[in-house]
């Protein structure tokens, strides 16, 4: 008898359009500014460290929570930065990278019939998160062109049936930031409810201009309500090694490591034994903004050769780009032909909407070598 066909938790969810951008970059060989990953090598010190721990035998399984050490360490380092306490017992765990620890926090919390507020455009994992859950995502654009949160708009959408609102701070894909008073809003809206917050922080110190970073361990009382998710390939220039962690209140992240322990149970050892000793070099995360803000200003220096109006960016690899003023096309199709005809790939910016929004912007990544920005830049210089 033939199986029956399943029915799709994601029926709407296709092939994303990194996945198409880069397999089309290939195809091209196009100069690939679209998927957020540096092309130049991460510290010869860290990885000498992870090949040491290995050769000494830390290879098998480490605790569910990640390597104590670590843990440590990493609270350590939330109180130099953010002036807050952490609990490395009951506060931390290590995952294997920064979307499976959103993924987690929202499967340990949401039921059928939740609302979680999205902020668009968003990180493409987000919505499927929420709606293989049986939750509603419930979507609010931000504020074109400078991506603001429409505050009043989100006062207007909670309801009982909000259960969480998602910020993401520096953004991706467009490179803003949150400010303080983005921050005493949120305190405001959550507070005498039950909202709980969902805050990804991956780009945490790739943010520029001298902007601090809001990030919600500066705030202990949205802390206790929140689930704060970090990547250490964003820091450390290595995001193959999908390696990250989740900060929340002990009572949530009890309820996480529920979830985790039967989903990963547990991350690579020698990775985590050589990031606690190298995370005591402090100068390798707080240098990071400025060596990312150099390429962001070169990056942006040679686009002034090209038709392109900049979208400033203060965070992230990324830096948005609109072309409205020349272009009637979709961003999407414009994407695609630069790809074919002038041979370098970025990413439409509509992507990052379910509704596919079109404000005419595309998203380049400039977390690259200076040549390779470069041998970009060249290609579109000819663009007509």
Request: net charge negative; with cysteine; hydrophobic share 35%.
């Amino acid at each position: 008898m033939p199986v029956s066909p399943i029915q799709s938790k994601l029926p709407d969810v296709g092939t994303t359009i990194f996945t198409v951008m880069s397999q089309l970059a290939l195809e091209q060989g196009a100069v690939n500014l679209g998927q957020g990953f540096p092309d130049f090598m991460m510290s010869d010190e860290l990885t000498s460290l992870v090949n040491e721990a290995m050769k000494k035998g830390y290879n098998q399984y480490v605790h569910m929570n990640g390597l104590l050490l670590l843990r440590e360490r990493l609270a350590e380092k939330a109180e130099k930065l953010y002036k807050t306490k952490i609990s490395p017992d009951t506060q931390i765990t290590i995952t294997p990278g920064g979307t499976y620890a959103i993924y987690t926090a929202l499967t340990t919390v949401l039921r059928p019939g939740d609302e979680v507020i999205v902020f668009e455009p968003a990180y493409d994992s987000y919505i499927p998160n929420i709606e293989v859950n049986g939750a509603t995502p419930v979507r609010i654009s931000l504020q074109f062109p400078d991506y603001s949160i429409p505050w009043e708009e989100v006062r207007a959408k909670v309801n009982s049936k909000t259960r969480m609102i998602m910020i993401n701070t520096p953004h991706n894909p467009t490179g803003a930031v949150l400010r303080e008073q983005d921050m005493e809003e949120l305190r405001k809206i959550v507070a005498d409810t039950n909202i709980l917050i969902l805050s990804d922080e991956v780009y945490e110190h790739l943010i520029y201009d001298e902007i601090p970073h809001q990030s919600i361990l500066r705030y202990p009382d949205l802390l206790e309500r929140s689930f704060v998710c970090f990547s250490f390939g964003k820091t450390y220039h290595c995001t193959g090694w999908k390696l990250g962690y989740c900060i929340s209140s002990p009572e949530l992240m009890k309820e996480f490591r529920k979830v985790h322990q039967f989903n990963c149970f547990c991350c690579d050892t020698p990775k985590q034994v050589g990031i606690a000793e190298y995370i005591q070099n402090e100068e390798a995360y707080l240098s990071l903004g400025g060596f990312l803000q150099k390429k962001r200003d070169y990056f942006r220096e040679l686009m002034k050769a090209t038709p392109f109006q900049c979208i400033p960016s203060h965070g992230s690899y990324f830096e948005c780009y609109s072309y409205g003023h020349f272009s009637d096309e979709a961003d999407k199709d414009l994407a695609i032909r630069l790809t074919k005809e002038y041979g370098i790939a970025m990413i439409p910016v509509s992507a990052f909407y379910k509704n596919g929004d079109d404000n005419k912007v595309l998203r380049f990544c400039f977390a690259k070598k200076e040549e390779t920005l470069e041998k970009a830049v060249a290609k579109l210089v000819h663009l007509k």
